[in-house]
């Protein structure tokens, strides 16, 4: 499915009817043929805009996943770059993709949930990608707060978050029906497979970063281009701990 080289229906099947981490672990080895894996489109927009931020010597990629937030670290960071995932099979994937002894930062994977991170306050840089529809709204303060409890004074937490699509539109109802269908899925079986595209809602996520002690900011990417109305087709949310 999607590729040759993808997965097929039979195994997304399988994944879908796992449990959140055993899914990724399934998944991992074909994780980088599908759509899933965040655009290198996406992952260069967010490296340009983040690099007017910087210097950073140590960066933390949250939810690591098949290694795609590292190579925007190994760019940005100096010294460290750090991948954080509960998935062995995603971090099984990152290490080969990332093997010792390459040019750049040193590169590290701790194998953790990112709702109890195990790291004192070490990074200047934290970001994310397409991870954040694996967590219920009531647990984003929490992994807010690791994340904050994560960085140094002055460190920034930085992801991107695209408009949401016009009511009606096709991507719209797209996105509303999986939603539907995997909320069905986890009221009939278990264990559940977290994954929303419709929580993860701009007022409440700057809601809760605030709440978690952050200052935030947002920067178009303009990279990405505007939407129809001239509006960023996305944003940069840029979150700084302060103290």
């Given amino acids: 499915m999607f590729t040759k080289q993808g997965p097929t229906v039979r195994e997304l099947a399988v994944q879908a009817l796992s449990s959140t981490e055993r899914g990724y672990d399934l998944l991992a080895p074909k994780f980088d043929e599908t759509p899933y894996r965040t655009p290198d489109r996406v992952l260069d927009a967010v490296t340009r805009a983040v690099r007017e931020l910087g210097p950073f010597d140590t960066g933390l990629d949250v939810c690591c996943g098949t ?20 998935s ?8 080969a993709a990332f093997p010792p002894g390459s040019e750049g930062p040193a590169v590290h994977w701790v194998r953790a949930d990112a709702r109890s991170l ?12 397409g991870a954040f529809g694996h967590f219920l709204p009531a647990e984003r303060f929490g992994l807010f707060a690791e994340v904050y409890g994560s960085l140094r004074p002055g460190g920034q937490f930085v992801f991107p978050i695209g408009a949401p699509p016009p009511v009606g539109s096709r991507a719209y109802w797209s996105l509303f029906g999986f939603d539907a269908a995997m909320r069905v899925r986890n009221a009939l079986w278990r264990p559940r497979f977290v994954m929303y595209y419709r929580t993860f809602r701009l007022g409440d996520v700057l809601e809760d970063l605030t709440q978690a002690g952050f200052v935030v900011r947002l920067l178009p990417l303009t990279d990405l281009g505007p939407r129809p109305d001239g509006s960023p087709r996305a944003r940069l949310v840029v979150a700084t701990r302060e103290g």
């Fill in 88 to 95: 062995a099979g995603m971090l099984a994937e990152a290490r």
């Fill in 118 to 129: 195990p790291f004192a306050p070490a990074f200047d840089l934290a970001l994310s990608f």
């Fill in 67 to 86: 290694g795609a937030g590292v190579g925007v670290l190994r760019q940005l960071c100096r010294e460290r770059a750090v991948g954080v995932d509960f």
